[in-house]
């Protein structure tokens, strides 16, 4: 029996009155998934605790089979595992994104205009963060490159304490009373505004307005965190295993679990992804000896935090289209089961995360499913009355341990 987790961040939602007050799921035509629901068992599942954040670290770690209540020990250092950042005991690592702020004179006069700088190209991130770099480190900072707008800050010998927001949770909002506060608040506002000086005229960012792009102007600091201690999925559930994803909280939370992981050329963790290719990279990865593949799109998130519903209508018929199309047509007479479900919801109306539950549905190839429902849709999925109020437990159910 091969595995596949396929994961739409974000891809659940609420009713949209331009899409005639139905969600993405329900406007989008996904002949594939609608198999799978017509002949799986649907239902919905709690992905997110109460007590733990919304986000898509939380989230994740619950989709592969971690209880956070127990593991999660912050953010970023997940991602600063994808970058090859070794950190010690000791050390506290932050996201830091290159973002877009109104020209206010005043840091907390500001508004956030974009949480990622118009998804900022890798090429002109690196050299945005190549100019932050060596002044960050006057304040005894390490700044790493990611992917995109994605990079890592990490405060050697430090403590966790610093209160910080997610920059997608404050899109178009004023940044005053967002800004951190707490144990490291006055270092890392001090870089923030030393960002602010440096990036306002590099040429990257000349280039970007000239071409009518916003700007990379802000290093905004969070999601903080301490080294992962993470069981090894493989042994764990008796299974060779791979992730496929473009983020490197994914790919790091897949690295701290044991997940071989692979490059997609392409692949960008943005709206615009190489769809295909990564659908090819788990189809891969099963032929060449893996049991399992955790299958991560970012796409609809993205949708949802930028507000555009019809975007997210595309993404989700592309990930139906390009993805779960061939990976069936590839096993098709094999044993094949498949997990379909968001990580959580991002509604376009509110434009971040959610802790609702979300819809799921399990397919195995060999066996009929319990619970079907005529579409995969929020909808369908609830109308089934099957609930799973643990979202770490779906890994169980589609290992069958």
């Known amino acids: 029996m091969k595995y596949v987790l396929l994961l739409g961040d ?65 953010r970023s250092p997940l991602e600063a595992a994808s970058m090859g950042v070794d950190l010690l005991p ?26 990622s700088s118009d998804e900022i190209t890798t090429d002109e991130a690196r050299q945005l963060i190549a100019a932050l770099a060596p002044v960050f480190a006057e304040y005894d900072a390490a700044l790493y490159p990611g992917i995109s707008y994605r990079h890592c800050l990490v405060l050697p010998h430090a403590q966790t304490g610093t209160d910080c927001t997610p920059p997608h949770d404050i899109i178009g909002q004023p940044v005053a009373g967002h800004l951190p506060t707490g144990r490291y ?49 493989c042994q764990t559930y008796g299974v060779r295993g791979g992730v496929v994803c473009a983020v490197d909280l994914i790919r790091g939370l897949g690295m701290c679990a044991g997940l071989q992981t692979v490059d997609v050329p392409g692949a960008t963790g943005a709206i615009e992804t190489n769809f295909r290719g990564k659908g090819d990279a788990a189809i891969s990865l099963l032929r060449e000896g893996c ?6 799109i970012e796409s609809p998130d993205e ?53 609702t539950p979300v819809p799921y549905v399990l397919w195995r190839s060999n066996e009929p499913g319990a619970h079907p429902a005529p579409r995969y849709t929020e909808h369908d999925a609830a109308s089934t009355g099957v609930y799973e109020p643990n979202g770490f437990r779906m890994m169980e159910k589609l290992l069958k341990k």
């Open 291 to 296: 049991d399992f593949v955790y299958l991560h």
């Open 90 to 115: 000791d050390d506290v690592a932050m996201r830091c994104n290159l973002v877009t702020l109104s020209d206010d004179e005043n840091l907390e006069d500001c508004t956030m205009i974009d949480y």
């Open 303 to 355: 949708c949802g935090h930028h507000g555009d519903p019809m975007k997210k209508v595309w993404a989700i018929e592309s990930i139906d289209r390009e993805i779960l199309g061939p990976i069936l047509d590839a096993f098709a007479g094999e044993d094949l089961s498949v997990l379909l479900m968001p990580d959580h919801p991002t509604p376009c109306d509110v434009r971040t995360h959610t802790r």
């Open 10 to 74: 974000g891809m659940a939602d609420t009713p949209v009155p331009a899409l005639g007050n139905r969600t993405p799921l329900e406007a989008a035509s996904h002949p594939h998934m609608d198999f799978l629901a017509a002949h799986g068992s649907v239902g919905m599942v709690k992905t997110i605790p109460d007590s733990m954040p919304t986000g898509s670290d939380t989230a994740n770690m619950s989709c592969m089979g971690f209880d956070p209540r127990i593991y999660y020990s912050g």
């Open 185 to 233: 608040a006055d270092r890392l506002l001090t870089m923030m505004q030393r960002s602010r000086e440096i990036l306002r005229d590099h040429p990257v960012n000349v280039s970007r307005r000239a071409r009518g792009l916003h700007p990379a102007n802000t290093a905004w600091f969070w999601g903080e965190g301490t080294r992962p201690t993470l069981p090894n999925l």
